[in-house]
């Protein structure tokens, strides 16, 4: 159940990804575009005009044009966006994005002169080192946009991710219904067989066991549109259906069930008590001379069905109910079923679901 419900919402946490188109949050792009400016700035400082002295207003002026190429290249990746989605049309959204950035580098460096003096006080008057400071602001541009493209391949890796897990998911649950489809059947199959056993002797019997089984194929029925069923819930019905079989057997089986009350809410999968027994019943003698005893309880973290081995000499068995069983597990919990046997007794623990 677990296992299910982490994909579900990792696949939910994944589609939101792909929807949100924007880079980042505002107040996160902010920040970033205030590194830029300050990064830049103290390079260019540093590096080229070591020996003038800045004004604020330049720094200003290259948060202002930082500002304003990054959001508008950020805007025009988002418009063409629904036509031009990355895990479709990578060629085409590439080329696009570096069109547009380098024709809005060189519209802002055509602009930058006759803006700047707006702005800017102590221009720098030499031409070649005003060049020089122009190219590592196209330089921190283009890593912009390289920055731009790495996102949006992350977000197309993200794409296929989604679509993978909801194709693994839907194999699962579709694995799982298929399993559990396998159980009615078998179940069904099992206890006609009782019934048609009874009427042949005590028709009485057979009418007090048909209404046991409606009651519990009811049960049945009620829990198969659910992967998981509550420990109480099925301690419930294991006792109206072992009523069926101690109905047949008499004093040739009993069952005991010590499981303490703190445990009852966690769950597991349907009918795994039923198979557990029914396994039992089937492939051990149950008579009044040599009765079947049945203990289910806890062992640590595992609950547990243990009988005392008395092996009929010849039982036809298909396995269907412990392979179920195991599969059924593994997609909910990546644990089985575990045998532990000697020449005295049989048992097998199975992992419950928090």
Same mark, same amino acid.
């Given at each position: 159940m677990r296992k299910l419900k982490n994909i579900d919402d990792k696949c939910k946490h994944w589609r939101k990804l792909h929807k949100d188109s924007t880079f980042v949050s505002f107040r996160k792009r902010l920040v970033f575009v205030l590194l830029m400016a300050s990064s830049f700035y103290y390079i260019v400082h540093e590096l080229i005009l070591k020996e003038k002295h800045l004004h604020w207003t330049g720094y200003l002026f290259s948060l202002f044009m930082f500002? &304003?190429?990054?959001?508008? *290249?950020?805007?025009?990746?988002?418009?063409?966006?629904?036509? @031009? /989605?990355?895990?479709?049309? *990578?060629? =085409?959204r590439t080329l696009l994005l570096l069109s547009f950035s380098l024709g809005w580098m060189i519209f802002m460096e055509r602009i930058v002169p006759h803006v700047e003096p707006i702005f800017v006080v102590n221009? &720098? !008057?030499d031409p070649?080192?005003?060049?020089?400071?122009?190219?590592?602001? &196209?330089l921190y541009m283009i890593i912009y946009v390289i920055l731009i493209i790495a996102h949006n391949f992350h977000k197309s890796l993200e794409y296929f991710m989604v679509e993978n897990e909801k194709l693994k998911q839907?194999?699962?649950?579709? !694995? @799982? =219904? +298929?399993? $559990?489809? $396998? *159980?009615? /059947?078998?179940? %069904?199959?099992?206890n006609l067989s009782t019934l048609i056993a009874i009427i042949r002797t005590d028709k009485d019997k057979a009418i007090t066991f048909a209404e046991n089984f409606t009651d519990v194929y009811r049960y049945? %029925?009620?829990? +198969?549109?659910?992967?998981? &069923? /509550?420990?109480?819930?099925?301690?419930?019905?294991l006792n109206a259906y072992t009523t069926l079989h101690i109905a047949r057997i008499g004093e040739g089986l009993k069952v005991h069930v010590d499981v303490p009350d703190e445990v009852q809410n966690k769950r597991l999968p349907h009918l795994s008590l039923q198979v557990l027994v029914e396994n039992a019943i089937k492939h051990n003698i149950t008579s009044r001379s040599k009765p079947l005893s049945i203990h289910i309880g806890m062992d640590g973290q595992k609950l547990f069905v243990k009988n005392n081995k008395q092996i009929k000499e010849s039982t036809y068995s298909t396995k269907t109910g412990l392979s179920n069983l195991g599969k059924r597990l593994k997609i909910l919990t990546d644990e089985e079923y575990k045998i532990i046997e000697d020449d005295h007794f049989f048992k097998v623990e199975i992992p419950l679901i928090d």
């Open positions: 500002f &304003i190429f990054t959001e508008t *290249v950020l805007l025009f990746d988002r418009l063409i966006a629904k036509r @031009y /989605p990355w895990h479709t049309e *990578v060629k =085409k221009l &720098i !008057d070649e080192t005003h060049n020089l400071a122009l190219a590592f602001g &196209i839907d194999k699962i649950l579709t !694995d @799982y =219904k +298929a399993l $559990q489809d $396998q *159980v009615n /059947p078998h179940f %069904l199959f099992n049945l %029925l009620i829990g +198969a549109g659910h992967a998981a &069923i /509550p420990l109480k819930d099925e301690l419930k019905f």
